[in-house]
């Protein structure tokens, strides 16, 4: 990197960091630490619901999927509008009414402190390890990127996100993320119109779309059910709901977001503007990772694009086949270009016949280069077995660092580390947040003063950021970790979404049901997961389902027992 | 708070907002069908 875009990275951390940090200034009660006073306006709260969502992954990875597979992915996010419907009518209002500081105080004044307390140490174990991994895969990218050791962005990330949010707490997350979020649309706006301008002269925008189409990457929409494929409109619809709905239902990281809200309407429109603006933002993410798809098709990529992965080969003892590899992967190039221009030219002259000949003889090329990437793989992983022969989250970055001018490189860098910094910063909030509230002030210590739980606070923040800084640095030592992470959250996920649907919806059923139904649910969802008796996404729902069943099914043996009138 | 506050703006009711924002799930599942249609 240049020397301009190290001070454009650097200059655009520190301004935004600074700003948070000023805006946040003079934060004096638990209410404005943990809650920003609850007067953040409604663009405030979509733009920080928004960036807790989109960690650093989001915008690496998304492009790259595109690049391998097209936009499929942008089907994942359909439930999400429905899922704010939902939380608008029921979640929001009934928060905002019992002015609760996290989602698990609710369940107290529902059911019961043990409910409340199970499901806040749920969530605290699930989020402070999956926190860890959001500083660490970014982490692990820009070290690749930047040449730097993984420690050092690691500590860099999880030492500035720890400052200032100890520091200003929620305000300083809200106010860090409004401009986190502006400069990230700012450079992935300046990055799609830099792809088209890389691209040859007689190749527009449209041209190139047509060129991806042909060429299977601008496959938006697929109508056809099939539980082995992950992205169609009927897993995004009703998949994609379950999980947004017990994401930004349940998750505190969320619930904290949405509670900084001054009033009922002031969230519901953040969460509302959030449905609205979330696919169309994700379908142009996408599209930039085709317009790169594209500009590919002119320019030889790497057989692999991730140059750590692809140096160990290359230093190792299947070099020699790895030359073979390459030198067919040109060839393969070479011929796929051919095919192109007639490509191009047909398509100028519209004449459909050799559109659709070239478009065969395209697709058939293209899965000779699969072929070929494919076999770099396996060669990977017979010299590694723990290599990373996933470089989706390499595509886009790969792109920017070699093709996109100075500057432009240090903003898009720059993108990474905000990204994962709005995330983690909610995180953060949100496990100080549920630590003082649900276990430290209800448990521990009932009646201090303001200022002590002020204080203890701030040290939880300082706590859980020491915690998940050193999990992100263990993380380099274990290899699947990030699979695992993510099964540990469908074990949880599902249970503590039924305990919510039950509290709103299925009035009659009381704690000591719940409870136990919660209890029940878990042992039998990780028995399912250890038995691997179904793949770890469907344990969501598995979980949600028998919390509701369950708790229902109890509370006929507990009849006797008057169910609670606490329902606010 | 203020029922006036309490309103979203350009509708006159939270319930056409609801049905606003399912309506632009729908023009937007139309439009990508349409765009994969096109670019295919």
């Known amino acids: 990197m240049s020397g301009i875009d190290w001070g454009v990275l650097i200059f655009t951390l520190i301004a935004i960091v600074s700003y948070g940090m000023y805006k946040s200034r003079g934060t004096q009660n638990i209410q404005g630490y943990l809650l920003s006073g609850q007067s953040s306006p409604w663009y405030s709260v979509c733009l920080s619901v928004m960036a807790t969502q989109a960690s650093a992954i989001t915008f690496l990875a998304a492009p790259g999927l595109a690049y391998s597979s097209g936009m499929g992915f942008v089907q994942f996010y359909f439930g999400l509008p429905l899922a704010m419907i939902v939380l608008c009518i029921t979640f929001v209002p009934i928060f905002h009414r019992l002015k609760v500081y996290t989602a698990y105080e609710y369940l107290e004044q529902r059911f019961d402190l043990n409910t409340r307390a199970l499901t806040a140490f749920l969530f605290l174990i699930q989020r402070g390890l999956s926190t860890g991994i959001t500083i660490y895969a970014p982490s692990i990218i820009l070290s690749t990127i930047l040449n730097i050791n993984t420690t050092y962005t690691t500590l860099c990330i999880g030492s500035i996100v720890v400052a200032y949010t100890v520091y200003g707490g929620s305000k300083a997350v809200s106010y860090t993320q409004m401009l986190q979020m502006s400069i990230i649309f700012l450079g992935l706006f300046a990055a799609g119109i830099m792809v088209v301008q890389l691209l040859p002269a007689d190749v527009g925008f449209g041209k190139a779309i047509s060129i991806a189409g042909k060429m299977g990457r601008t496959n938006a929409i697929d109508f056809k059910f099939d539980w082995d494929n992950q992205y169609n409109i009927w897993s995004g619809l009703i998949g994609g709901f379950f999980l947004q709905l017990s994401y930004f239902g349940t998750d505190q990281s969320q619930v904290g977001r949405y509670l900084t809200g001054s009033s009922v309407s002031q969230s519901r429109l953040g969460l509302l503007m959030n449905g609205l603006v979330k696919i169309p933002m994700q379908f142009l993410i996408l599209l930039i990772g085709v317009l790169v798809f594209t500009f590919y098709q002119y320019n030889r990529p790497p057989v692999f694009f991730n140059s750590f992965e692809l140096n160990k080969l290359e230093k190792s003892s299947y070099k020699p086949q790895l030359g073979v590899l390459k030198v067919e992967y040109e060839q393969a190039f070479k011929e796929k270009q051919q095919s192109l221009n007639k490509l191009s030219s047909a398509l100028e002259r519209n004449d459909q016949a050799e559109i659709d000949q070239q478009r065969t003889v395209l697709q058939q090329s293209d899965e000779h280069t699969k072929a070929v990437r494919k076999q770099v793989t396996d060669l990977m992983l017979k010299n590694d077995k723990g290599a990373d022969i996933n470089d989706n989250n390499y595509v886009f970055l790969s792109f920017v660092t070699k093709y996109l001018p100075k500057g432009l490189i240090g903003l898009l860098i720059a993108i990474i580390f905000l990204a994962s910094m709005g995330s983690t910063a909610s995180a953060l909030n949100s496990l100080a947040s549920t630590s003082v509230i649900d276990i430290y002030k209800r448990l521990m210590n009932k009646d201090a003063g303001d200022e002590k739980y002020l204080s203890a606070s701030r040290w939880s923040t300082v706590l859980w950021g020491a915690v998940c800084i050193g999990m992100a640095l263990y993380a380099s030592k274990i290899g699947n970790l990030l699979e695992a992470v993510n099964i540990l959250g469908s074990y949880i996920y599902g249970t503590i979404l039924g305990v919510f649907l039950v509290a709103f919806y299925i009035r009659h059923v009381n704690g000591k049901a719940v409870f136990y139904a919660a209890l029940i649910t878990e042992l039998i969802v990780c028995i399912c997961g250890w038995q691997k008796v179904v793949a770890y996404l469907w344990l969501n729902l598995i979980g949600c389902v028998l919390v509701v069943l369950i708790a229902m099914l109890l509370q006929l043996f507990l009849k006797n027992t008057a169910p609670e009138q606490r329902q606010a | ?40």
């Open chain 2, 1 to 40: 708070m203020s029922s006036q506050q309490d309103l979203p703006p350009f509708v006159k009711t939270w319930k056409q907002f609801y049905l606003l924002l399912i309506g632009w799930l729908v023009f937007l599942i139309v439009a990508f069908y349409l765009f994969t249609k096109y670019f295919q």
